[in-house]
């Protein structure tokens, strides 16, 4: 049974830092690219960065370029957010997902091309 499960979210203050996490079981990552999405409320669900099957590139969403990062730990089939400078705009239920029929990234980054999702987490940045 493939699953995602996303931690790390919660309540920070503008200008503060987070790391999420995604965890995947029955799926490895090493062969499909996996992205991070993020939905603010009332708002389309958004694709934040994408990262390759290799780990070795990344397509970066305007709004969090130079302050989000994405990056992976095959050995244990997670992938990983790190969040800095946060803004009240990024706040939203972060989700990653699968694609599993490509190992490349393309932009923009398009959440009908994504297969398995998981839960989600609140991320939440206020004063």
């Known amino acids: 049974q493939v699953q995602f499960v996303e931690s790390g979210g919660g309540l920070v203050q503008p200008g503060g830092s987070l790391r999420l996490s995604c965890k995947a079981s029955?799926?490895?990552?090493?062969?499909?690219?996996i992205a991070w999405f993020r939905q603010a409320p009332g708002k389309e669900r958004e694709g934040v960065l994408c990262?390759?099957?290799?780990?070795?590139?990344?397509n970066d969403a305007e709004s969090v370029e130079g302050r989000f990062t994405i990056f992976k730990d095959n050995a244990k089939n997670t992938v990983y957010l790190d969040m800095n400078n946060l803004k009240p705009e990024d706040t939203g239920i972060y989700y990653c997902a699968a694609n599993t029929r490509r190992s490349f990234c393309v932009t923009p980054i398009m959440r009908h091309e994504y297969d398995y999702w998981g839960q989600g987490t609140q991320v939440t940045v206020s004063s």
């Open positions: 990262i390759t099957g290799s780990g070795g590139g990344t």
């Open positions: 029955g799926f490895t990552l090493d062969y499909h690219a």
